[in-house]
């Protein structure tokens, strides 16, 4: 090997030792460098809500919850009005309806009766009178296990309540591939319940498709 070959060869070994192991690609420069590409609008905040098909989906309802938020509104909720309005774009695989129950209120369980008749599954829990003399019955640990055992089957879940009790449960079926949308009244619902959703909706803004016309029927009391 003559002199000049070998600073030739040498010039360029030393060019590659100037190079980095690993050179990251530019991923802002070249990701987007195709001017067909349209990025999608996401100035509406709840335009993750807009899905077209939303696949296999289960519904669970705080009742409380529900009663409480349409209490605020004004407003006597259609429940089969509410379950096609929630069900919509998508397979209704279950709907679950969880409740407190005062045994002696003979209209409450009139109404208890029509739900399960009605495509609603029905989950009670006697409610308990605490020495304040309020009444209450929980059930955030029945609507957690329903919605991790039902998690495997399905697309979508649907879940009525702003109880931020709620948020673990929803994190964790998240991480299993299930979207998770959550129905509340904004003043009612927990800042960590909405951050762990997919997105979440204000009953205030769907109240004109869920809530009865006629008033024939009074509201049901859960408390």
């Not at 948020?167 to 509340?184: F, H, M, P, T």
Request: glycine content about 6%; some cysteine.
């Amino acid at each position: 090997m003559t002199i000049a070959n070998f600073n030739k060869k040498n010039n360029q070994n030393q060019g590659w030792k100037q190079q980095p192991l690993y050179q990251e690609p530019n991923l802002i420069e070249t990701s987007f460098q195709d001017d067909n590409i349209e990025m999608p609008d996401i100035s509406d905040e709840n335009s993750i809500c807009n899905v077209s098909n939303r696949g296999r989906v289960v519904v669970l309802i705080d009742g409380s919850n529900l009663f409480y938020a349409a209490l605020q509104l004004g407003i006597e909720i259609d429940y089969s009005k509410l379950l096609c309005h929630l069900a919509k774009g998508g397979k209704l695989l279950r709907a679950f309806f969880y409740t407190g129950v005062d045994r002696a209120n003979e209209k409450q369980q009139g109404f208890l009766l029509w739900m399960r008749r009605n495509g609603y599954r029905v989950v009670t829990k006697d409610v308990v009178q605490f020495p304040d003399g309020s009444k209450k019955a929980n059930l955030e640990v029945e609507l957690a296990v329903d919605m991790m055992t039902l998690a495997p089957y399905c697309d979508t879940v649907v879940l009525v309540s702003g109880d931020g009790d709620l948020a673990y449960a929803v994190n964790a079926v998240s991480y299993k591939g299930v979207r998770v949308e959550v129905v509340s009244l904004r003043s009612m619902t927990s800042e960590s319940l909405i951050n762990v959703a997919d997105c979440f909706i204000d009953i205030d803004s769907i109240k004109e498709e869920i809530q009865k016309v006629s008033h024939s029927h009074s509201q049901v009391s859960f408390m």
